[in-house]
């Protein structure tokens, strides 16, 4: 099983990013992905979440500058970041989780497999 997490960087406050994760050695349709972030000296804390099937929650913070996506074909499940704000400076996680998205898809112990993390910087 492997999640390999892309398209961090450092960027300017109002700037765009977009993260990719690419999985492979399981069966992707069946598990819902999503987006977690660690900031410097804080926990780890989710961002954003989507089905099997597409349906998609964010994290309050996040809201309306986020949109998270999907491409079962390729396996892919992405970030795309709009109006980056400092605090958005964190590493990025993706995480899948089995089945369907569920009451506990904000907690970090619902998700089966994680990739390495991709680090975004935002700058002021």
């Known amino acids: 099983v492997q999640l390999q997490a892309s398209g961090g960087g450092l960027v300017q406050a109002g700037d765009s990013l977009r993260l990719s994760c690419a999985a492979s050695?399981?069966?992707?349709?069946?598990?819902?992905m999503g987006w977690f972030r660690q900031a410097p000296g804080k926990e780890r804390e989710f961002v954003a979440v989507?089905?099997?099937?597409?349906?998609?929650l964010q994290a309050d913070s996040v809201k309306g500058r986020f949109t998270i996506s999907r491409e079962n074909a390729k396996n892919t499940v992405s970030l795309q970041m709009n109006s980056l704000k400092p605090e958005d400076t964190a590493v990025y996680y993706c995480?899948?989780?089995?089945?369907?998205?569920?009451?506990?898809?904000?907690?970090?112990?619902?998700?089966?497999?994680w990739g390495q993390g991709t680090l975004v910087t935002v700058s002021s």
């Open positions: 050695g399981f069966t992707f349709s069946g598990y819902a």
């Open positions: 989507i089905s099997r099937n597409g349906a998609t």
């Open positions: 995480a899948a989780k089995f089945g369907t998205m569920g009451n506990y898809y904000y907690t970090e112990g619902a998700y089966s497999y």
